[in-house]
């Protein structure tokens, strides 16, 4: 698994600065204004730092944003990265400057002169978050990211309110880390197999194989992984660090590739279907942070892992299947198959858990992404209190959710003729008729939020947080709700 970058937190000493290699990352106030340790730096460059300040470079500068000066005079280090941020800066742009300083971290040590910033664990962050790269199959080995110091004046306390804040990191590294692999090395039981790893951490972890899930009549999930040669399987994950009210559940759509099955996907492209577990990824990514800072709280994760691929064996379009709770679906089109998959897992969540809210996250639709673009994940729910709690989380955390509407008419397109419903609704509307699909497996009185993030866990360009590929989409706004609303 990637590990974060290594950060640790020293109290600021202004006499080291000359011998400091790598790069120095000083900060500047928007008025310009230099801290101490800019001050010794600008002394030490015989007045560079306060030259630069003063041109338009600077002046032209946003906040939070980063520029080089390059092998500086009077130093030892390579680069002095200049950082426009006042010291009472908001968490949102600390984030932000942090990440500018992770994006141009590489090889060489980073030592981050923060002095009195209010929010250098937030800088911590962003630098960690952005500092990733996946090259496990990269045969020349890449350097490992340098180490990273953090120099301010109460290093105990910006150390503690960093450390659940990396924690949250590693969640999404995991999440990142599941979503870019590719498919012959992910398979369902490597999946299954990480999943069962993080019993290290305190989570109890249940694989449900498939003579099991057989026995429970999941028959809508199996059908999906019938033309694979990878096992189909439901990964249960707990977390019990509350007392004993109900847990909130977490569901993700594992499908480890989804060639569309008898119902093929064109050629183009398809190689991008490898992050089709990415829902299934973010629940993996939020078990792993709340275990990892020990959250008081309930949390259960379950998610369906299977692999849609044609075959003698495969489910064929006309199929009738009878789902877990007994209600029959006619398959239209095989490649709509991560509802056959969440409807069977939902519906067994709240058969076993009777959870106080499930949300439920899957790279569900091509047409959310059509809607929504690579900005914001489609949020649908049946309960505005619990939707509201969300999307103020997932805003907090800058990560873009936009909900759409659910509705009786929408819920009409998937009338089938011979069986209870289609799988299927048509070309209008279709991110709100998958929706609606998975609505028919959600008891009137679960409140249920739905995340289509086909256009968000994975991305062809660079995020403010992610370079590009797999972003961990929706772990810090899962992570934040939980910690803000579930925890004591
Ligand atoms: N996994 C896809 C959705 C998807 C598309 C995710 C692009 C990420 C990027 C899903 O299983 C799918 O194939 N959906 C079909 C549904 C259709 C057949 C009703 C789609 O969106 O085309
Ligand atoms: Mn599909
Ligand atoms: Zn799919």
């Given amino acids: 698994m990637t590990q974060p970058v290594n950060v640790t937190f020293s109290e600021t000493d202004i006499d080291r600065i000359a011998d400091l290699t790598g790069r120095v990352v000083v900060f500047v106030g928007e008025d310009g204004k230099l801290d101490q ?14 030259r630069f300040v003063g041109s338009e470079k600077f002046t032209k500068m946003k906040t939070a944003e980063a520029r080089d ?11 002095v990265q200049v950082v426009r941020l006042d010291r009472r800066a908001s968490v949102g742009d600390a984030r ?20 009195t910033l209010k929010n250098a664990a937030h800088v911590a962050l962003g630098i960690a978050l952005r500092a990733y790269r996946f090259d496990d199959h990269k045969t020349d080995d890449e350097k490992p990211f340098g180490d990273v110091e953090v120099m301010v004046s109460k290093p105990d306390e910006v150390s503690a309110q960093a450390a659940p804040l990396l924690h949250v990191v590693e969640g999404v590294f995991f999440t990142r880390d599941l979503t870019m692999e590719p498919a012959n090395v992910l398979t369902t039981t490597e999946f299954a197999d990480r999943l069962a790893a993080m019993k290290d951490l305190g989570l109890k972890v249940e694989v449900l194989e498939e003579p099991e899930l057989e026995k429970l009549g999941m028959r809508t999930l199996l059908s999906v992984g019938h033309g694979s040669e990878s096992p ?7 977390w019990n660090g509350g007392g ?21 996907k064109p050629a183009a492209g398809m190689e991008d279907m490898t992050m089709d577990m990415g829902g299934a990824g973010v629940v993996a990514g939020v078990m792993r942070a709340v275990a990892l800072r020990k959250a008081k709280a ?8 299977v692999e849609n691929m044609p075959s003698g064996r495969a489910t064929r379009p006309g199929d009738v299947i009878r789902s877990m709770k007994g209600d029959t679906v006619e398959i239209i089109n095989t490649d709509a198959e991560g509802r056959l998959v969440l409807a069977d897992v939902l519906w067994y969540t709240q058969d076993r858990f009777k959870p106080s809210g499930i949300v439920d996250l899957a790279t569900l639709t091509g047409a959310i992404i059509i809607g929504l673009g690579h900005e914001n994940a489609g949020v649908f729910s049946n309960d505005d209190d619990f939707c509201q709690n969300f999307l103020k989380a997932a805003q ?4 873009g959710a936009w909900r759409l509407p659910l509705g009786a008419a929408y819920d009409k397109q998937l009338k089938s003729q011979i069986a209870d419903m289609k799988n299927v609704g048509g070309r209008s509307a279709g991110s709100i008729t998958a929706a609606q699909f998975l609505q028919r497996f ?38 934040r709700m939980i910690a803000d609303s579930y925890e004591g």
């Fill in 69 to 79: 000066l390059a092998f500086p005079a009077g130093l030892a280090a390579d680069a």
């Fill in 37 to 50: 340790a800019a001050r010794r730096v600008n002394r030490l460059t015989k007045g560079a730092l306060e």
């Fill in 298 to 305: 309930n949390i259960v994760g379950l998610v369906g892992i």
């Fill in 244 to 264: 004993d009210e109900a847990p909130l559940a977490l569901v993700g759509k594992g499908v480890v590739f989804d060639t569309g099955g008898i119902s093929l």
């Fill in 442 to 479: 959600i008891k009137e009185d679960t409140p249920w939020i739905h995340l289509d993030i086909a256009g968000v866990a994975s991305v062809k360009s660079d995020t403010d947080f992610a370079p590009k590929g797999s972003t961990g989409w929706g772990v810090r706004a899962l992570d």
């Fill in 96 to 115: 932000k400057a942090g990440a500018a300083i992770g994006k141009a971290h590489g090889e060489g040590a980073l030592f981050v002169l923060a002095g």
């Fill in 232 to 238: 189909s399987k439901v990964v249960v994950m707990q």
């Fill in 396 to 399: 907090a955390e800058g990560e």
